[in-house]
Every structure is written in structure tokens, then in C-alpha cells.
């Protein structure tokens, strides 16, 4: 049954060109009417503007039960041919337990997909349930039509509904989810097992086994615990399926052991690399509220601010936050003729994760703000150290 609730100018990419969507949002298909936003570039072709003057291109996307995720093996296996049967199979096994899956279905098949993998993640000590975006794949055919940008809005909606702070990714490219507010914020660092490495005496190294999963959780986190402010909380449910996913593609964790203790833990396996370089991690806020509760200060400080999302509705909004810190940070709603400046949610991030100052930020454009609070919002302590070297 379609809605009437209407999140407007989202803006898309289809061959260089600018177009600008309007998404009608039901409560389990998505309507995309596309329309030119008069801004044509002269790399268009013939093709790309009679694709844009068909009108109504009618989309549904549906989050698939339990029994119908395995329909999506044969769209994964085709996108990403890269991955081994064996691992494929290990993720379809696996994964699909406890994950959700979003759909496009056109002409009887499914010809999109977006998969929400769930990790409990340590933020400033405080632990929140959040979904790793993977495996966002549209069969060759059917491109072009703007199905991953309806199943990107779909499930970041939902994850707000849900209550979710944020969510992250590992991108193929950097570009393709910069206009979807997602923003790069750390590189993964896998710590890769050598075997001339020279290692110190009385260091024993073996291959890890179910058995060592809950001595090898302890140990990470509390190494984690002492050198980041994010990260994908350790478990023994957690190694014992990591165990699982390297050896699906022939890869071991190795278990360096001093006196009966685990000293370290490496990766026998090949470096992974994207596009020449490691890979990174970029993150979106989905709950501006929840980000900014999440965040600790250096001092006291108090400003108040408008955000802008063209895609979550619910974080348009002027905020007051303030706060100590001993106290942490109180957020109220604002005034919006108290507020101090715009920022958009990517701006945003980019911002609370300390990849940018708010002095950069205004300097590209994503944000206007007084110096006031310019100096206000450099009193947050930024989530800066992150560490989240998951693969799926």
C-alpha cells in the first residue's frame, strides 16, 4: 500500500549525469518517479535520456523472510565472482542466521540486494547494536536505474526506526555512497601472520581452533578496550564464526602464546586490498540525537545548530547541546532562531569521528557556522580511534 510521506531531492548519478529522485516510501515497496533536474551534461547519451523520459519506473523493495534469502545466492555469485564457492557458501550458511536482507524484484527475479549484517559495537565505552552494510549488488542488466539508491534510503529509514546510532561500510569505491552522506573514517590495519618473521624466544605460534574462541575474545578486548573508542565488540560466538570465515577461503588465525597467554593474534591468510590500498570504512549517521549522546567532551560547552539529512526526515532538526565533562553531553531541541550555524549530516560525521575540523568543513562548503561554534564543537572529543577490521 503506498504512503503519502514523501522525502524529497535526493540526488542520484546515472552516467554522469545529475538527476533528482523523489521517493515515495510504502510500507513494503518504494516508488521512484525519476525526473531531469534540467542540469544535463553534455557526456549523456541519446540512450540515457530516453531512459529518463519513460516516466515512472515502478520499484519494489521488500526486506525477504527468512526462507527467502537464500534467492539471492545466485545475484551474490554473479556480482561478486571474485569470491570462492566455499566462502560464498560459508556467508550463505553463516551469515543469513541473524542477518536481514533488503530486495529489489523485477520480471520475477531478484535484481538487487542490500544485506544488514548486525555487530554489537563498543562506542565510548557504551554498547550499541549496529548493522555492517554488505554485499549491495545489482545485476549488470538492470543497473542504472537507481535500485541501489532506493535500497540504501529503504534500510537506513528502517535503521532509524529501529533506533540505531549509525551504520558503516567497506566501499568498492569511495564515490559511489559520498552523496548518500556516508564518509570515510578510518583504514583497516589486519595484523598478517609471516612465517620467517622472527619472533621472540619462548613464543609458541598455533592454529586457532574453536577451543581457544573465549581466551581469544578476552584478550582482544581488552586490548581493544585500551586503544579505541569503536570497535566490534569481542565474544566467544565471535571468534568461533571468524575462525569459520577464514577457513572457508583457506586462511588460519594464528595464536602467538608466551607462558600459557596469548601475546597476539594474526591472519594467515592473503592481504586483502581495494582498489590498490587497504580497505577502508566509511560511516552514516543514521540518529543524529543518538551520535551526538554518544560523544564525551573536553570541557564545558554549549551551542546550538541545524542539521540537514536529504534522506532520514526525522534528523532535519535544530538541536542545543551543551554539557561538561563530567557530565556528558544533554541535548534539547533548539530554537532555530538561536541556531548558530547549518551542518549537513555528512559534514556531521565527518566531524564527530575527527576526520575533519569544523574550520574544514565550512571551508568545503558542507556547513556555515559563527566562530562561536567553531569553537563550541572543538570541545568534543572526537571518535577518532576506530578499529573495524570486519569483513562481512
Not at 203 to 232: F, G, H, K, P, R
Request: aromatic share 10%; with cysteine.
Amino acid at each position: 500500500m503506498q504512503s503519502n510521506k514523501v522525502l524529497p531531492g535526493c540526488i542520484g548519478l546515472r552516467y554522469g549525469c545529475i538527476e533528482t529522485y523523489h521517493y515515495v516510501f510504502g510500507q513494503r515497496e518504494l516508488l521512484i518517479a525519476p525526473y531531469s533536474s534540467g542540469r544535463i551534461d553534455s557526456k549523456c547519451t541519446e540512450a540515457d535520456r530516453k531512459i529518463r523520459e519513460k516516466g515512472k519506473n515502478k520499484m519494489e523493495i521488500r526486506k525477504l523472510e527468512t526462507e527467502e534469502k537464500q534467492n539471492t545466492k545466485k545475484l551474490y555469485e554473479e556480482v561478486f565472482s571474485e569470491d570462492s564457492k566455499s566462502f560464498v557458501d560459508y556467508y550463505y550458511e553463516e551469515k543469513l542466521k541473524d542477518n536481514q536482507i533488503y530486495a529489489v524484484e523485477e520480471d520475477g527475479e531478484i535484481q538487487a540486494m542490500l544485506h544488514l549484517n548486525p555487530y554489537e559495537l563498543a562506542v565510548n565505552g557504551s554498547k550499541k547494536d549496529v548493522n555492517y552494510i554488505v554485499a549491495v549488488a545489482t545485476r549488470e542488466s538492470y543497473r542504472k536505474r537507481g535500485y541501489m539508491a532506493g535500497l540504501l534510503k529503504q534500510a537506513l529509514n528502517d535503521m532509524y526506526a529501529d533506533g540505531e546510532t549509525f551504520t558503516f561500510l567497506m566501499p568498492a569505491s569511495e564515490s559511489i555512497y559520498l552523496p548518500f552522506d556516508f564518509r570515510t573514517v578510518c583504514e583497516q590495519n589486519r595484523s598478517y601472520y609471516d612465517p620467517e618473521e622472527e619472533t621472540e624466544e619462548g613464543v609458541v605460534i598455533t592454529d586457532a581452533v574453536n577451543a581457544d574462541a573465549e581466551e581469544m575474545a578476552a584478550y582482544m578486548e581488552a586490548q581493544l578496550t585500551q586503544s579505541y573508542q569503536v570497535y566490534a565488540k569481542r565474544s566467544t560466538a565471535y571468534y568461533e564464526r571468524l575462525i569459520k570465515e577464514y577457513a572457508s577461503d583457506g586462511g588460519i588465525l594464528k595464536i602467538y602464546k608466551k607462558d600459557g597467554k596469548i601475546t597476539d593474534i594474526k591472519i594467515a591468510a592473503e592481504a586483502e586490498e581495494v582498489d590498490g590500498g587497504k580497505p577502508k570504512i566509511m560511516i552514516r549517521i543514521v540518529d543524529v540525537r543518538r551520535m551526538l549522546m554518544s560523544l564525551r567532551l573536553q570541557s564545558f560547552m554549549g551551542t546550538c545548530f541545524t542539521v540537514t539529512d536529504p534522506i532520514i526526515e526525522e534528523n532535519n532538526r535544530c538541536v542545543m547541546i551543551t554539557g561538561t565533562e563530567f557530565s556528558g553531553v544533554m541535548l534539547m531541541d533548539g530554537k532555530p532562531e538561536n541556531s548558530e550555524g547549518t551542518i549537513t549530516v555528512g559534514a556531521l560525521a565527518s566531524l564527530v569521528f575527527g576526520v575533519k575540523t569544523a574550520e574544514e568543513i565550512c571551508a568545503d562548503g558542507d556547513a556555515v557556522m559563527s566562530e562561536r561554534m567553531k569553537e563550541e564543537l572543538g570541545k568534543i572529543i572526537p571518535l577518532s580511534r576506530v578499529y573495524l577490521n570486519e569483513t562481512v
